[in-house]
Nanobody
Framework: VQLQASGGGLVPPGGSLRLSCAASSRTTVMGWFRQPPGKSREFVAAHRWREYYADSVKGRFTLSRDNAKNTVYLQMNNLKPEDTAVYYC???????????????????WGQGTQVTVSS
């Protein structure tokens, strides 16, 4: 499975961006991780039957999925400087729900897309 991510950019605090990730074939789970500067990669959101979010983005980020297009979208609103990171799309066909937030549980990864929140 190949993943193609797009949609990053530079926005001021309070701004919005929408990331997209298209998969070459259907996958069971699709989601996003991010890696802030100087930090480890962390879970952001994922979808399997429903959406799962990191506490840090709940209420600001919305994950949606278009199964017909094998595409997942991450709408990011009210962006904060601490949201600055390289965002990675991830997918898998076999992970269990308890592993949803674990980077190591995902077999497929897209290239990163930079999101910078700065005035």
């Amino acid at each position: 499975v190949q993943l193609q991510a797009s949609g990053g950019g530079l926005v001021p605090p309070g701004g919005s961006l929408r990331l997209s990730c298209a998969a070459s074939s259907r996958t069971t789970v699709m989601g996003w991780f991010r890696q802030p500067p100087g930090k480890s990669r962390e879970f952001v959101a994922a979808h399997r039957w429903r959406e799962y979010y990191a506490d840090s983005v709940k209420g600001r980020f919305t994950l949606s999925r278009d199964n017909a297009k094998n595409t997942v979208y991450l709408q990011m609103n009210n962006l904060k400087p601490e949201d600055t990171a390289v965002y990675y799309c991830a997918a898998d066909n076999n992970l269990i729900l308890s592993s949803m937030r674990e980077e190591s549980a995902y077999d497929y990864w897209g290239q990163g897309t930079q999101v910078t929140v700065s005035s």
